[in-house]
């Protein structure tokens, strides 16, 4: 299975708006509500930020939003605060009951 | 609370089998809808998905690797066995266990903090 499509990177100022896009096929983003974000610092484990596309876990902020359109799947983060820096990773559950992550983009506040 | 440890080996060598622990509590694989899941990443890499194992044994691998691995439990000890065959250098990576709840579905919620294994002679 190949992997979800992401940015490399992206950046951003704070309090300014950024996207990521995560791209996969009709096997998985694009048949799927089942699509979830995880922010990481390099060195930590993964920390879930988005599942079903747009639902946030408590205690994740409402900066973060998530919303998909065909085979694309975007995590909108506003308001950005330097906290945010770190990497991002999207994932899908794909149409063989297995998964599949996105490449992964590292945000960088400016 | 919920949460997941890793444990195993922190090197092997190529073409040696890898045997990881991934011992969790908080909940029970036995209860409908939970499932736990095998993630690794390389070295300053993305996250690969790896195995999951469901509350009914049903057990999904990556086909990707080429049917190296091989997921199991031991519900007596609330733990995950995952063994991967024929390592190479290109698996050293950080493995992490993580949680899956029908819940939220398609997502890992709760991850261990994952364990690094080296491959090398």
């Known amino acids: 299975q190949s992997a979800l499509t992401q940015p490399p990177s992206v950046s951003g100022s704070p309090g300014q708006s950024v996207t990521i896009s995560c791209t996969g096929t009709?096997?998985?983003?694009?048949?799927?509500?089942?699509v979830s974000w995880y922010h990481q610092v390099p060195g930590t484990a993964p920390k879930l930020i988005i599942y079903?596309?747009?639902n946030r876990p408590s205690g994740v902020p409402d900066r973060f939003s998530g919303s998909k359109s065909g085979n694309t799947a975007s995590l909108t983060i506003s308001g950005l605060q330097a906290e945010d820096e770190a990497d991002y990773y999207c994932?899908?559950?794909?149409?063989?009951?297995?998964?599949?992550f996105g490449g992964g983009t590292r945000l960088t506040v400016l | 609370q919920i949460t997941l440890k890793e444990s195993g080996p922190t090197l092997v060598k190529p073409t040696q089998t890898l045997t990881l622990t991934c011992t969790f509590s908080?909940?029970?694989?036995?209860?409908?809808?939970?499932?736990v899941g095998w993630i690794r990443q390389p070295p300053g890499k993305a996250l690969e998905w790896l195995s999951l194992?469901?509350?009914?044994?049903?057990?999904r691998y990556n086909p990707s690797l080429n049917n190296r691995l091989t997921i199991t439990t031991d519900t007596s000890k609330n733990q995950v066995v995952l063994t991967l065959t024929n390592m190479a250098p290109e698996d050293t990576a950080t493995y992490f266990c993580?949680?899956?709840?029908?819940?939220?579905?398609?997502?890992?919620?709760?991850w261990g903090p994952g364990t690094m294994v080296t491959v090398s002679s």
């Open positions: 194992v469901f509350w009914d044994d049903d057990k």
């Open positions: 908080g909940f029970s694989l036995t209860t409908t809808g939970m499932g």
């Open positions: 993580a949680h899956r709840t029908s819940w939220l579905p398609g997502a890992f919620d709760v």
């Open positions: 994932s899908s559950y794909t149409s063989s009951i297995t998964w599949v």
């Open positions: 009709r096997s998985d983003v694009g048949t799927y509500e089942r």
């Open positions: 079903e596309v747009t």
